[in-house]
C-alpha cells in the first residue's frame, strides 16, 4: 500500500539551466500521508515551487517517481485523476483568474473535468456562498477587490474538491487581513480532513503546520515538528531560515541574560519569569528629536482616482503629516487605507486635489513645480521595485536616475557612490545582468537606482515585502544606516518589527484618514487596535506590555493583601 | 480652483464596456442569434450609401438603444470622443473628394472643387460613423463578454470539422479581454516608477527619437512582465485541469428558441427591405 503522496527519489533540472553547476531537485524522497499539513520552507531557489509542481504533474522528474494514491505522474492516462486530487493556489490572485465573469471562473476547472450542466451550477452556487462571493456572481473579474479577488482564486481551486491543496507562497503578495484570510481556510481545509501543503517564507505561517520540510539546494535539510526547528538546536542562518518573531525575542534573551531559562516557550511565559526576578531589561525610551525643521507637512489632503468613471474610488479623505528633519516616520494601516496615495503625493507622482502638501522648500500644489527637480529632493521606492528594472546591467539601470536629470559629477562615480551607499561592490556589481540578481541583491539595486538622486528625504513603500528571510535582514541592514545617518524617511509598512525597527514616529491612516500620530512605541503598543488591522505588534513590545499587566495586577493584589492584613 | 489631473490615471483612457445586467429584451436574446444580428447590421450600414436608408438603419438602431435601457451617457462617451474625427474627414472629403462631381457647384479654386454631390458624400460618411459607432455600443453594453465569448464559439464550432482550434483561439480572445486592465495598471505603475527616477512624463513634446526613447523604458519592463504573468496564467490552467479530458462541458447554456428565430427572419427582412429599396 503506498501513501498518498509518495516521492521516490526524484531529481530535476530546468533545461536551460546548467547541468553542470547543480541540480533543481537532488534525489527527493518523501512521503506524505492524507490529512497532513505541512509547511515548506527554503531560501528561493532551493526548489520548493518545483517540488510542488512535481506533485500535480506540472513538471514531470528526470530521473525517479511520484505516486498520488499510487498514481505514476509520468502516464499521461493518469493525469485527469492527479490534477483533480490535487489542486493548486498560486502567488498573484490576479493572475489566476481567466473568465469574465466570476461563476464562470468558479466553473472553469470544473468544465475542464466535463462536469454535468446541473451538478456543475449547484457546485458553483454553494462554493460563491461559502466565499461570500454569491451576489457578486455576474460582476467582471477586474471590478473585484484585492480581497474579493483572492477569495476567488481559492474558490476556483476548491471547486473541484480537490484531497490536497498545495499554496505556493499564496500568501506572500497579500496584506495581513488577506493572509489571515487564507490561513484560516487552510485550518479549516486540514479540519475537514484534506492535506495542506504550505510554501512560505513566513517563519510565524510555518509555526501553523503540523511538520515542516525545509529544502536547501535541492535536498531536504530538516523534516519535523515546527518546534523543532525553532528549538534553537539549528544553524536555521545556514539554511537561509529566521526565527519566528516571538521566538527571536526569547533567543536573544537567553543569549543576552544570565540565567534566562532555555524551557520558556512564550512571552507570557517570560514576563512571568521576569515578574518573579523582580528585574526586567526594556524601559519606554522616550526622548524627544532634536530638530524641529519640519521637513514635510501634508495639510488636509484628499484625493480621487479616477473621477467620473466607474473606477473612481476615494483614496484620501482628510490626510494630515508633519515629519521633521531627520526622522524617520512610519505609516500603518490596512490596504486600501491610503498609504501608497500619500507616498506619491510626496513625490510629486500625484498632485493633492484638496489640501496641501509641501515638501523641503517645494510646494506640490504649484503648477510649474519641476517634478525633475522635486525628484532629486525626494526619492520614492516603489512596491516591488526590482520588476520595473528596464536596461540589462545593473550599473546602467542604476545610471538610469542620474543620466536622466543631467547630474555634474561624472556619471560612474554617482553610480559607484549610490551602490557603496546600499552594499554592493562597484566593480562586482556593476556589469551583471539584472536578471541573475539574487532577491535581496535586486532590492538594494532598485534602492540604489532612487538614491543614485542623492535624494534628501527617501519614500519606502512595503521595502521589505515579498523577501526571503536572508535578503530581509540585508536590506533591512541598510535601512538602519541611512537612518542612523540621519536621512529623513517616510515608511510605508505591514511589517510591525521593521516599523519599530526603524521609526520614530508612526501615523495610523484609516479608511484614507490619519486617524492617529504618535512615538512608535506608544502607538505600537496598543495591541487592540492593531489587531483590529490584523497588524501584529512588535514581540518586544508585546513582552514590556505583558510585564506591565502582570505587575500592576500583582501590585494590587499585594495591596489587597496588606489591607486585609 | 481647477484641479490638479494626473498623467498617470490610464485607466482613464482604457477601452471598457459598461455592460451590466438590464433585463431588457435584447438581452434576452440567444447569444447567437444576437451576434448574427449585428452582422447584418453592420453589412447593411458599410453597403447601403443612400441617406434615406442610412437614416432608416440609423433609427432601428435607436429603437434598439431605447429598448436596451442603457442610459444614453453610455453612448454618448463612446460618440462624442470620435465625433471630431469623423468631422475632420468629412471635412477632407467634401474639400478632397475627388469623385465625380456633379450638381450644383459653390466653389471652384485651382483643382478644389466643391458641390452639392460633396456634401451628399460626406453626410452619409456622417451617418455610417455615428451608425456604425452607436452600434458597436449597444452590442458590446448589450451583451456580456462571456455571452459574447460562448455566441462566438457556439457560431464558429463547425469549424472543428475543419480541425480549426476554435475553443482555443475563443479562450485567447477572453484572456485578452481579461489582461486589458491589468495591463494598463502595470504599465501605469512603471511610467510611476520612472518618473519617480526623473523621467519626463506625459510632455507629448519633443522629436520622435526623444519620444520614442522615453517609451523604451515602459515596454521592456511591461513585456517582460506581460510575459511573467502569460506563464503563470498558462500554470494556473494546467493546475486546473484545462485540457486534460477531450470532452470539456459548459457552464452556459443557450437555446435557440422560435422566439430567436424570429427576431433574427425580422432583422433579415428588415435589412433586405433597406439594401433592396436602395
Known sequence: MREFIQIDGISFNYPDLNQETRKTLDQIRITIAKGEYIAILGANGSGKSTLAKMINALLLPDSGAVYISGLDTRKPENLPSIRMKIGMVFQSPEEQIFSSTIEEDVAFGLENFGWEYEKMHARVKEILTRMD???????????????????????????????????????????????????????????????ILHITHSMDEAMEANRVVVLQVGQIVFDGKPEELF??????????????????????LRNGMDGFPRDIKNLDEAADWFLKKNTFPYGMDDEESQADREEISVFQLRHVYLEGTPYQSRALLDVNLNVKDGESHGLIGVTGSGKSTLLQHLNGLLRPQEGSVRVGKFDLSDRKLSRQELVQYVGLVMQNPEVQFFEEYAGDEIAYGPK???????????VRWAMTRVGLDFEEFKDRRVSTLSGGEKRKAALASVIALKPEVLLLDEPTAGLDPAAHKQIMQVFEEMQAEGTTMVVSSHNMQDIYALCKNVTVLDHGTSVETGRAGNVLSNQAKLEGMQLVPPSKLKLINLYQKKRAAELIRREGEEAYE | MKKHMSEFEFMRSMPFTEFSPRNSLLQRIEPRAFLLSFFIFLISILFVADISMLVAILAVIIIGMVISQVPLRVFLRGFLSALPFILIIAAINIVFNTAVDSGTTYLKWRSIHISSADFRVAIILILRFTAMMLLISLVSSTLSTSRFIHGMERLFSPLKYLKVPVLEFIIAVEISIRFIPILTLTAERIAKAQASRGAVWGSGSGSLIARVKQVAPLLVPLFVQSLHKAEALAMAMDARGFGVIPDRTSYIRSKFTWQDGLYLAACLLLAIGIIGFA
Open chain 1, 133 to 195: 462571493l454569491w451576489e457578486l456572481r455576474q460582476r467582471p473579474s477586474y471590478l473585484l477587490s484585492g480581497g474579493q479577488t483572492q477569495r476567488l482564486a481559492l474558490a476556483g481551486v476548491l471547486a473541484i474538491q480537490p484531497d490536497c491543496i498545495i499554496f505556493d507562497e499564496a500568501t506572500s503578495m497579500l496584506d495581513p487581513m488577506g493572509r489571515k484570510v487564507v490561513l484560516r481556510q487552510m485550518r479549516q481545509l486540514h479540519e475537514q480532513g484534506k492535506t
Open chain 1, 231 to 252: 528549538s534553537g538546536d539549528y544553524d536555521l542562518e545556514k539554511w537561509n531560515l529566521a526565527y519566528p518573531a516571538d521566538k527571536k525575542l526569547l533567543i536573544e
Open chain 1, 404 to 414: 536622466t536629470v543631467g547630474v555634474t559629477e561624472p556619471l560612474a562615480d554617482r
